[in-house]
């Protein structure tokens, strides 16, 4: 019904920048927020950060002054600009938004969904 297609990504040095975007598409009504998580080896899945559709956004205690979500309504695309690096910030970074999805009898639904996952390595 919804598809999350994240870009960007890669290998960067301490200290360098990244941005990885992530797009929606498919059956959307409405995205209620749309954010960013991370999944190191061995840890569990974290937040990052997360943007509403009032643009009020909310980040983890570890990228605050690093990072900068941001989103553009229209291409219902989200964005992450990741600045001063640091090799703890390497992980998979996945895409999630929670959509409002019409579905059959013209009823709208909730639902939660996840990208791909691309990975970000950050070397010392």
């Known amino acids: 019904q919804v598809q999350l297609v994240e870009s960007g990504g890669g290998l960067v040095q301490a200290g360098g920048s990244l941005s990885l975007s992530c797009a929606a598409s498919?059956?959307?009504?409405?995205?209620?927020?749309m954010g960013w998580y991370r999944q190191a080896p061995g840890k569990q899945r974290e937040l990052v950060a997360t943007?509403?559709?009032?643009?009020?956004?909310n980040y983890a205690d570890s990228v605050k002054g690093r990072f900068t979500i941001s989103k553009d309504n229209a291409k219902n695309t989200v964005y992450l600009q990741m600045n001063s690096l640091k090799p703890e910030d390497t992980a998979v970074y996945h895409c999630?938004?929670?959509?409002?999805?019409?579905?059959?009898?013209?009823?709208?639904?909730?639902?939660?969904?996840w990208g791909q996952g691309t990975q970000v390595t950050v070397s010392s």
């Open positions: 999630n938004a929670v959509v409002a999805v019409t579905v059959v009898g013209g009823r709208v639904n909730d639902y939660d969904y």
């Open positions: 498919g059956s959307i009504f409405r995205i209620h927020v």
């Open positions: 943007i509403t559709s009032g643009g009020s956004t």
